[in-house]
């Protein structure tokens, strides 16, 4: 199989993952918490293995060109990094009130739905993207458990998600 026919298939394949766990992260422990699935820091520690695997290749055979092998490895390592910090840091919390909401990327927020001005569905990377009065901006992916209770106080207040 070409690298190019591998590629796509596995496009594919993680595109019919991320709906499928998707749909079963979306009610969550019913408690209005927020979190990634433990499959998050899974994914992010056999991402740096791969690396470690990669870079054990390189070290024990000669080879003509190592810049596949460090492309790969440098992808992996961004990869794993990413998907290891937003498991073990993004959290969140929504009530009738509003959404506590934890990111490394982003910080803390806390906004309270009435200042809630717009919803919008990412299809392309699975999220909802909820605009707040303050300019704050959370985004929330479909792969968080318990997702669906931030769209069930969505629809309450009138949103169309």
Known sequence: MSALAAGI?????????????????????????LEFAPFMERL????????????WVALSREHDSYTALIALAVALAIGG???????????GKVDDAGILFITPWGGKRHELWRDLRSVHYRAYCGMYVLKFRSGSVIRLSVLLSGHGAVLQH???RGHHV
């Open 9 to 33: 298939v596995g496009a594919v394949a993680a595109w019919f993952a991320v709906r499928w766990i998707g749909a079963r992260l979306r009610t969550g422990a019913g408690d209005g918490t």
């Open 44 to 55: 992010g520690i056999l991402q740096l293995l791969g690396v470690a695997v990669l870079v």
């Open 81 to 91: 990094v990413y998907c290891l910090c937003e498991g073990i840091i993004t959290r």
């Open 154 to 156: 969505l629809r309450a």
